[in-house]
Structure formats: structure tokens, C-alpha cells
């Protein structure tokens, strides 16, 4: 999920143009703690990847 912008559903990679500005990234995994990153999209920046993995065991 982007928060704020739209849920991805399940899957293993896609491509979304964000506007410029600070995204939260979430990812949940059944047996795993969900995790979150912070992501700042600059309006002159270049096409960047964000990878979110959760793999911490509950």
C-alpha cells in the first residue's frame, strides 16, 4: 500500500507515478511484522525503486 495514494493488493512488483512529495510505503505478510518506510519523491527527481520486504518474524 501507498498510503494516501492507493492499496497495490498482492503482488511482487508494479510501477506507480507518484506526485512530488513524502509517501509512506507499507507491506503486510501473514506471519511477518508489517513494515513501513518513508520515501521522498523530489519534482525534479529520477525514477527511483523501492523495494519492501517483511521479514521479521511475529
Not at 498510503?3 to 507515478?17: C, E, H, I, K, Y
Not at 511484522?33 to 520486504?53: C, D, H, L, N, Y
Request: charged share 30%.
Amino acid at each position: 500500500m501507498i498510503r494516501g495514494v492507493r492499496s497495490l493488493g498482492r503482488l511482487d512488483r508494479t510501477t506507480v507515478t507518484l506526485r512530488p512529495e513524502t509517501h509512506v510505503f507499507q507491506g503486510y505478510r501473514a506471519g511477518y511484522r508489517a513494515t513501513q518506510m518513508e520515501v521522498r519523491v523530489a519534482a525534479s527527481g529520477k525514477p527511483a525503486e523501492v523495494v519492501v520486504i517483511c521479514d521479521e518474524r511475529m
